[in-house]
T-cell receptor, first 113, second 115 residues
Framework: DAGVTQSPTHLIKTRGQQVTLRCSPK?????VSWYQQALGQGPQFIFQ???????QRGNFPDRFSGHQFPNYSSELNVNALLLGDSALYLC????????????FGQGTRLTVV | KNQVEQSPQSLIILEGKNCTLQ??????????LRWYKQDTGRGPVSLTI?????NTKSNGRYTATLDADTKQSSLHITASQLSDSASYIC??????????????FGQGTILTVHP
């Protein structure tokens, strides 16, 4: 079992560009949540996907959007990148929203220059 | 507003010593409380998870306690090792309503173990 995998591991983008981050959940997990972690801070909840729908969302602008595919994998898209979007983006998967154990990927380090 | 506050922000101890990290939360409705260990630049790894009815749970040298009445938790690390150097994050899961399944993270306590 490969666990939760994220790609790419590192990414450098220019202000104003768009980026897509990918996440494959742990085998058998159907819920994917995305988090943004700035340097020295705890992760902040972006949104959660379950049954291919966004079930809930944190305090992030519409520039942050996502998608979940039938195989439960997920993408996080960020448009019109700002310098402040530079962070570690974490994906977590669980068997059901909230109650089960949440497993995290290694994260994607996004740097906006 | 749901919040999770941890103390201290950082801690330095000598190898072999014990330490205790604190977590206070105001998440409602409460579902569960988790402690994660996060190495620099890596994803968090679960140490313990406790529901409302549990007041203590151990995982090797890690022991977590939960007081749901005072909304406090602690993580006790026994006989620390150099590999314990990491950020320890307290996470509270929401139990119902529109926030069902949402995890609220604390800022973490950065633990450094010196030889």
């Amino acid at each position: 079992d490969a666990g939760v995998t994220q790609s790419p591991t590192h990414l450098i983008k220019t202000r104003g560009q768009q980026v897509t981050l990918r996440c494959s959940p742990k085998s058998g997990h159907d819920t994917v949540s995305w988090y943004q972690q700035a340097l020295g801070q705890g992760p902040q909840f972006i949104f959660q996907y379950y049954e291919e729908e966004e079930r809930q969302r944190g305090n992030f602008p519409d520039r942050f959007s996502g998608h979940q595919f039938p195989n439960y994998s997920s993408e996080l898209n960020v448009n019109a990148l700002l310098l402040g979007d530079s962070a570690l983006y974490l994906c977590a998967s669980s068997l059901e929203p909230g109650l089960g154990e949440a497993f995290f990927g290694q994260g994607t380090r996004l740097t906006v220059v | 507003k749901n919040q999770v506050e941890q103390s201290p922000q950082s801690l330095i101890i000598l190898e072999g010593k014990n330490c205790t990290l604190q977590c206070n939360y105001t998440v409602s409705p409460f579902s569960n409380l988790r402690w994660y260990k996060q190495d620099t630049g890596r994803g968090p790894v679960s140490l313990t998870i406790m529901t409302f009815s549990e007041n203590t749970k151990s995982n090797g040298r890690y022991t977590a306690t939960l007081d749901a009445d005072t909304k406090q938790s602690s993580l006790h690390i026994t006989a620390s090792q150099l590999s314990d150097s990491a950020s320890y994050i307290c996470v509270v899961g929401s139990g119902g309503g529109t926030s069902y399944g949402k995890l609220t993270f604390g800022q973490g306590t950065i633990l450094t173990v010196h030889p």
